[in-house]
Antibody, heavy 119, light 108 residues
Framework: EVQLVQSGAEVKKPGESLKISCKCS????????IGWVRQMPGKGLEWMAGIYLGDSDTRYSPSFQGQVTISADKSITTAYLQWSSLKASDTAMYYC????????????WGQGTLVTVSS | EIVLTQSPATLSLSPGERATLSCRAS??????LAWYQQKPGQAPRLLIYDASNRATGIPARFSGSGSGTDFTLTISSLEPEDFAVYYCQQRSIWPPLTFGGGTKVEIK
């Protein structure tokens, strides 16, 4: 069984940096893509970026390219999402989710990390 | 980028009724489309993949159809636990993977 466990909720000020994590356990963690999905309050789902844990190949949505950085540590099957300078508009729930094989549909999801950015 | 447009935004139905949700793609995605259900405070759950295949453990009352640019999710007879928000997602051409804006199925 695959499990994705995300780091806890964060409260930050504008301009601060942040790195959140997603620990993958179970089969195929290093042979499938893991993505980050943003959900702003009361809004829909937005795919931000993905990483292949096997070789750290990354893909970004044009909407988020340059705004966030996705990375991973293959040795501990953990993916990360980081911001260098948060804005209030980054306030959202962030989910990590794992693709199933070559089909990038998200069968497995983390529990979500709520990021609140407020002065 | 492939844009997915879902309609209607809100569907008001009673338990036992049939729900028909639509997802239209700006360009053909072949059959590379999935549907998800999301309940308040929960992560999304994969229902349907490749347009018409039910994911593991999904009840038979959920079915998907379509190809190219027009897709439908049908819930044959709504159960109380089916009232939620539903999203479509394409994997045909990425990055980026894209989601539709969602359809809320609410109790009438």
């Amino acid at each position: 069984e695959v499990q994705l466990v995300q780091s806890g909720a964060e409260v930050k000020k504008p301009g601060e940096s942040l790195k959140i994590s997603c620990k993958c356990s179970g089969y195929s963690c290093t042979t499938d893509w893991i993505g980050w999905v943003r959900q702003m309050p009361g809004k829909g789902l937005e795919w931000m970026a993905g990483i292949y844990l096997g070789d750290s190949d990354t893909r970004y949505s044009p909407s988020f390219q340059g705004q966030v950085t996705i990375s991973a540590d293959k040795s501990i099957t953990t993916a990360y999402l980081q911001w260098s300078s948060l804005k209030a508009s980054d306030t959202a729930m962030y989910y990590c989710a794992k693709c199933s094989g070559s089909n990038c549909y998200f069968e497995y999801w983390g529990q979500g990390t709520l990021v609140t950015v407020s002065s | 980028e492939i844009v997915l447009t879902q309609s209607p935004a809100t569907l008001s139905l009673s338990p036992g009724e049939r729900a028909t949700l639509s997802c239209r793609a700006s360009h053909s995605v072949s059959s590379y489309l999935a549907w998800y259900q999301q309940k308040p405070g929960q992560a999304p759950r994969l229902l349907i993949y490749d347009a018409s295949n039910r994911a593991t453990g999904i009840p038979a009352r959920f079915s998907g159809s379509g190809s190219g640019t027009d897709f439908t999710l049908t819930i044959s007879s709504l159960e109380p636990e089916d009232f939620a928000v539903y999203y479509c997602q394409q994997r045909s051409i990425w990055p980026p993977l894209t989601f539709g804006g969602g359809t809320k199925v609410e109790i009438k």
